[in-house]
C-alpha cells in the first residue's frame, strides 16, 4: 500500500444548520399526527371532517414515522472521503457513488485551488453532475474547492475544508509523475 499524501473525511451531520431545519419539519410532520392520534385513540374524538379509522391513523403515523427514520439516517450517513497517494486522486461520496473513484495522476491534466464559486460552476452542498458542462461536483462543507480538469475539458470540483494541504498533495503527486 502507497503512502497517502493527503486524506480528509467530510460528514454531512457537521452541518448543524441540518439538522435545525430537519428538526423544524419532524416538528411539523410528527406533533399534528400525535395530536391527531391523541384526539382520536385516546379523547375518542374524530379527527377532522373526514376522519380516518383508527387503523388508518396509527398505519399512517408508523408510516411517516419510518420515512422520518429513513431520512434521518441517510442525513447522518452522507459523507465525502477524499486522500490522494502515488495513484492519484481517489474519492468516495456516499450515497451517490457505490464505490471509491480514482482519479489517476496520468489523466490530471492541470488543477485550481479555488476559495469561492462562481455562478458558473455547479454550486452547492452536494453531488451535482451536469453531463453537458463536463462537471462533476462534491462538496458537503465550506466555499473551498479544488478544480481537476481532466482530458476532454472534463472538470471534477472536489470540496475541501484544508485547500493548502490538497493542494501541497497535489503538486507532490504531480511532481512525481513528472519524475518518473
Known amino acids: 500500500m502507497s503512502r497517502r499524501y493527503f486524506e480528509e473525511t467530510q460528514l454531512f451531520r457537521q452541518n448543524l444548520w441540518v ?104 454550486g452547492g452542498i452536494g453531488y451535482h453532475r451536469n453531463r453537458f458542462k463536463k462537471l462533476r461536483s462534491m462538496t458537503i462543507r465550506g466555499s473551498k474547492h479544488i478544480r481537476l480538469i481532466l482530458p476532454g475539458n472534463h472538470k471534477v470540483l472536489i470540496g475541501t475544508q484544508n485547500p493548502e494541504e490538497f493542494d501541497r498533495a497535489l503538486r507532490r503527486l504531480l511532481s512525481n509523475h513528472l519524475t518518473e
Open 19 to 122: 439538522w435545525y431545519m430537519f428538526a423544524a419539519f419532524s416538528l411539523l410532520l410528527i406533533v399534528p399526527l400525535l395530536y391527531g392520534m391523541y384526539t382520536q385513540l385516546i379523547l375518542g374524538q374524530p379527527w377532522g371532517d373526514k376522519p380516518m379509522s383508527d387503523n388508518g391513523l396509527a398505519i399512517l403515523f408508523l408510516l411517516s414515522l419510518g420515512g422520518w427514520m429513513v431520512v434521518a439516517w441517510i442525513l447522518y450517513s452522507i459523507r465525502l472521503e477524499v486522500y490522494i497517494d502515488d495513484e492519484g486522486v481517489h474519492y468516495f461520496y456516499f450515497p451517490n457513488s457505490p464505490s471509491w473513484k480514482v482519479i489517476t495522476k496520468d489523466q490530471i491534466v492541470s488543477y485550481e485551488v479555488r476559495q469561492r464559486r462562481n455562478l458558473f460552476d455547479m
